[in-house]
């Protein structure tokens, strides 16, 4: 009703064209597109069997509801085993995954597809491998293993957007009439979406499944597109060696898929309970909890979500901690694969496997300043994502083949990243903006990756969350203060505390001084000149006020430069702004003015002039009212939107913000905002805008 009321009055063109739907042609043998990209970082693989959709007819009927869920469920299990494979110690392809979809872009084709990313771009064995596991899908079918796992956890997606329904975006009712409009989706109510889809999957049966599967593999209808990687020397097969695969595969003799169910415990001994201290009132409604180990949480009981429950902790130290530079990267490697090794006795599969049905995420993430753990769990789960955290910090899981797999695909992807310019342009950049201090090196860098030492790694990452007195916790959820008490005293009171007090260590790491100008040429596929001009400086506390006002002076020029450099000349399809503090462990900012252009040499100078320009402009007279209102208004709106929702996210930024650095982004928010004026911003532009600059500027070969 409203987008008629809008748009009511423009009127319709008088010979409007038709629009066509053009039909695919079927095709008996396989059609196989191979084709190469000097810029292109991974080989990817497509496999498709196209076939007919249903009818316009059925497209709003419940027969085609129902095949959109038995193509979901087919996907989710065959996808299971595509994430297994890729974790073996021959793995033919670092990752893949399936779906049915429109065949491209086409309304009048859908296509069974396979998708992959060949390990050391060795494109005939992904291939053959990806064959191998749709041929078995096609003569086996799944087992009754494969198909409850399914099961359990499709009906828990399902339970969780219901009981979320109330906090539905607008952007998702949008998305919903979109595709309505455009590709016939129904959008039913929530209320029988849920019961429709719930009566559907208990009551399907795996014959019915293994029926289906079996029809989506077929020997017409075959398409092989293989985006590769243009490595020097590295000849690509040829088409027929591909088609000739199918032929292959189909002649082997397969056995079914090895699928062995996991009932184990997620944790056999429950830990002796810690306890509760001390008690305190905190700001936004918090409560704080000092437990017997010294660990601190803060605990809010919310509405917004009926069923779930959001965990975020964290403790300074990070790999700042860390003095020798070779244990760095040897943890720092290792740190990249932590939450792809399991816990305990379990590798990933496996826990995926216990936690069949459940709702319960935890990851683990250690940066330079902070070691943290976050997650989320529905309330009906809420005692294994306690325990998964507490497995998580206690017991972490070292899994030398998960870590070999790594390695292989880092090798490869950091020989290929090379060939990209817009990798080169940001490590210039970076290394420039840390002055080449030796502790911001890539570890994007073969030789240091040969002498990595995992085992090292590993215990360094995990001595990094050995503490649970240096932590504190941000807890929010629609549950009951006493639910969840003996849960925190059992699963984070029972952590052991070494009470070391760490900080975060300053080695020294400061951007140059003075106006430091980088130009260099790089190999390009498609020519462009990359700017960026970056101002950095020191001693800029991180406080509501300079964040603001960080804030307006970005608005404000990212309007200008759009004007002036894409309006005016079109000499560039956007100019990028960006400012930042960080608080830690001196306070620093930089200001980033980022831009790509033709590479005539006359045009390009006239634009990174304009860029000074306008800066010069803005500390020698203050910028317009109207330039600051529109800033305002943009401002407040977004604001106003982010606190509207006031979700789990929402507490937890005004909480860990305030916690962490002092900063509380909410209360004085919208106050502050009002009383910014021109001569306010243009004092502020005066204090950053110094001569502390790092202008890089790569150019085509």
């Known amino acids: 009703k409203k987008i008629k009321e809008v748009f009511v009055d423009i009127p319709a063109p008088n010979n409007p064209a038709k629009r066509e739907y053009f039909k695919i042609p079927d095709n008996t043998q396989p059609i196989v597109a191979i084709s190469s990209d000097p810029e292109s970082t991974e080989t990817f693989i497509n496999i498709y069997w196209k076939r007919d959709p249903l009818v316009d007819s059925l497209s709003m009927s419940l027969k085609k509801y129902e095949s959109g869920i038995i193509q979901n469920m087919i996907s989710y299990m065959m996808n299971n085993r595509l994430v297994e494979i890729s974790k073996t110690t021959d793995?033919?392809?670092?990752?893949?995954?399936?779906?049915?979809?429109?065949?491209?872009?086409?309304?009048?084709?859908?296509?069974?597809?396979?998708?992959?990313?060949?390990?050391?771009?060795?494109?005939?064995?992904?291939?053959?491998?990806?064959?191998i596991e749709n041929e078995r899908m096609k003569r086996f079918g799944f087992n009754e293993g494969e198909f409850e796992r399914a099961k359990k956890n499709i009906l828990l997606s399902i339970k969780k957007r219901y009981n979320d329904r109330k906090n539905k975006s607008n952007g998702d009712y949008g998305n919903d009439?979109?595709?309505?409009?455009?590709?016939?989706?129904?959008?039913?109510?929530?209320?029988?979406?849920?019961?429709?889809?719930?009566?559907?999957?208990?009551?399907?049966?795996?014959?019915?499944?293994?029926?289906?599967?079996?029809?989506?593999?077929?020997?017409?209808?075959?398409?092989f597109v293989i985006m590769a990687v243009n490595n020097e020397g590295e000849k690509l097969p040829e088409p027929n060696e591909i088609s000739s695969l199918w032929t292959t595969v189909k002649e082997m003799k397969l056995k079914p898929y090895n699928y062995k169910v996991n009932n184990q415990?997620?944790?056999?001994?429950?830990?002796?309970?810690?306890?509760?201290?001390?008690?305190?009132?905190?700001?936004?409604?918090?409560?704080?909890?000092?437990?017997?180990?010294?660990?601190?949480?803060?605990?809010?009981?919310?509405?917004?979500e009926e069923d779930i429950i959001h965990l975020y902790g964290y403790s300074p130290g990070g790999f700042s901690q860390i003095d020798n530079l070779n244990?760095?990267?040897?943890?720092?490697?290792?740190?990249?694969?932590?939450?792809?090794?399991?816990?305990?006795?379990?590798?990933?599969?496996?826990?995926?496997?216990?936690?069949?049905?459940?709702?319960?995420?935890?990851?683990?993430?250690?940066?330079?300043?902070?070691?943290?753990?976050?997650?989320?769990?529905?309330?009906?789960?809420?005692?294994?994502?306690?325990?998964?955290?507490?497995?998580?910090?206690?017991?972490?899981?070292?899994?030398l083949q998960v870590y070999d797999n790594y390695k292989t695909s880092t090798f490869?992807?950091?020989d290929n990243r090379l060939s990209e310019p817009g990798y080169v342009f940001q490590d210039t950049l970076k290394a420039l903006n840390y002055n080449y201090h030796p502790r911001t090196k890539s570890i994007l860098d073969s030789?240091?990756?040969?002498?990595?030492?995992?085992?090292?790694?590993?215990?360094?990452?995990?001595?990094?969350?050995?503490?649970?007195?240096?932590?504190?916790?941000?807890?929010?959820?629609?549950?009951?203060?006493?639910?969840?008490?003996?849960?925190?005293?059992?699963?984070?009171?029972?952590?052991?505390?070494?009470?070391?007090?760490?900080?975060?260590i300053d080695h020294k790491i400061h951007p140059p001084k003075g106006h430091i100008k980088t130009r260099f040429k790089e190999a390009m596929e498609t020519p462009k000149s990359m700017i960026s001009i970056r101002y950095t400086g020191m001693h800029i506390p991180d406080t509501d006020e300079t964040r603001i006002q960080g804030e307006f002076l970005k608005g404000i020029l990212k309007d200008i430069y759009l004007n002036k450099i894409r309006e005016e000349i079109g000499a560039t399809y956007g100019v990028s702004v960006s400012y930042g503090i960080n608080p830690f462990p001196q306070p620093s900012y930089t200001f980033t003015i980022s831009f790509n252009t033709d590479p005539d040499p006359i045009q390009k100078d006239i634009l990174i002039e304009i860029v000074y320009e306008e800066i010069k402009k803005i500390k020698k007279g203050a910028p317009s009212q109207a330039s600051v209102d529109k800033v305002r208004e943009y401002l407040l709106k977004i604001f106003k939107e982010r606190t509207g929702e006031k979700n789990a996210s929402y507490w937890f930024q005004?909480?860990?913000?305030?916690?962490?650095?002092?900063?509380?982004?909410?209360?004085?928010?919208?106050?502050?905002?009002?009383?910014?004026?021109?001569?306010?911003?243009?004092?502020?532009?005066?204090?950053?805008?110094?001569?502390?600059?790092?202008?890089?500027n790569m150019d085509p070969e």
């Not at 208990?202 to 209808?221: E, G, K, V």
């Not at 629609?478 to 849960?487: H, M, R």
């Not at 919208?670 to 001569?679: A, C, H, I």
């Open 412 to 414: 490869e992807w950091i």
């Open 654 to 696: 005004g909480a860990a913000t305030l916690f962490q650095y002092g900063v509380d982004p909410y209360t004085n928010y919208e106050e502050f905002v009002n009383s910014v004026t021109p001569k306010m911003v243009q004092k502020f532009a005066k204090k950053i805008f110094k001569n502390n600059i790092i202008e890089v």
């Open 327 to 399: 244990d760095l990267i040897s943890a720092k490697y290792a740190a990249k694969i932590h939450n792809r090794t399991g816990v305990a006795q379990f590798n990933t599969s496996e826990l995926g496997k216990v936690l069949s049905g459940k709702d319960a995420f935890v990851s683990l993430s250690v940066t330079d300043n902070y070691e943290s753990i976050g997650g989320s769990s529905s309330l009906n789960d809420i005692e294994s994502f306690f325990q998964l955290v507490y497995l998580k910090l206690n017991d972490p899981r070292k899994d």
């Open 177 to 223: 009439l979109m595709s309505h409009f455009i590709n016939q989706f129904p959008i039913p109510e929530i209320e029988w979406e849920y019961d429709t889809k719930c009566k559907i999957i208990n009551n399907m049966s795996l014959h019915t499944i293994n029926q289906w599967a079996a029809q989506y593999i077929s020997d017409t209808n075959m398409v």
């Open 91 to 131: 793995n033919p392809f670092k990752s893949a995954y399936t779906k049915m979809d429109k065949f491209y872009v086409s309304t009048t084709k859908e296509a069974w597809s396979i998708s992959a990313y060949p390990t050391n771009n060795d494109i005939i064995n992904a291939t053959k491998a990806m064959l």
């Open 265 to 304: 415990a997620l944790l056999k001994n429950i830990p002796k309970p810690g306890e509760i201290v001390t008690t305190n009132p905190k700001p936004f409604g918090y409560t704080e909890w000092i437990l017997s180990n010294g660990l601190k949480v803060w605990f809010k009981d919310t509405d917004y």
């Open 447 to 504: 030789e240091l990756l040969e002498k990595a030492d995992y085992n090292k790694g590993f215990d360094l990452v995990k001595n990094r969350f050995k503490d649970a007195s240096d932590f504190t916790f941000f807890i929010t959820g629609n549950i009951d203060i006493e639910q969840v008490k003996p849960l925190i005293e059992t699963y984070l009171g029972s952590l052991s505390s070494t009470y070391t007090n760490e900080k975060m």
